[in-house]
């Protein structure tokens, strides 16, 4: 795996989106992975996971060109997949995984 985050150990934690932004999660120790690409944030996605990263976190604009790697992932205890909100405008996608997790957490919607 090409590190993108200047060093030669997966993460536990990682982030991969635009690098304005997600670049200020290195200042606490996440793993930046600055990728755009579907294609290619996809192989991260699986990267991360087989070298046993825990948490990927995923900026909304990228999160959806990723969806069968993540998908492959959403029965699996680990790595847990969240789109987390960018720069940019919101797509809702963070928002409607919340919303996704509560209802399988406790069988029904109680957000909204």
């Known amino acids: 795996?090409?590190?993108k985050n200047g060093t030669n150990q997966i993460p536990?934690?990682?982030i991969i989106g635009d690098r304005d932004s997600i670049l200020i999660a290195k200042?606490?120790?996440?793993?930046?992975?600055?990728?755009?690409?579907g294609v290619k944030a996809s192989k991260l996605i699986?990267?991360?996971?087989?070298?046993?990263?825990?948490?990927?976190?995923?900026?909304e604009q990228v999160y959806p060109l990723c969806a069968d790697a993540v998908s492959k992932y959403k029965?699996?205890?680990y790595?847990?997949?969240?789109?987390?909100?960018?720069?940019g405008k919101s797509t809702g996608a963070s928002m409607a995984q919340v919303v996704e997790n509560v209802e399988k957490a406790i069988g029904q919607n109680i957000l909204f």
Do not use: N
């Open 79 to 87: 790595p847990s997949i969240i789109p987390i909100p960018s720069g």
């Open 27 to 37: 200042a606490v120790g996440i793993g930046v992975y600055p990728e755009t690409d």
């Open 1 to 3: 795996m090409s590190e």
């Open 12 to 14: 536990d934690i990682a």
């Open 75 to 77: 029965t699996e205890a």
């Open 46 to 59: 699986h990267e991360l996971a087989k070298g046993g990263c825990k948490v990927i976190f995923i900026t």
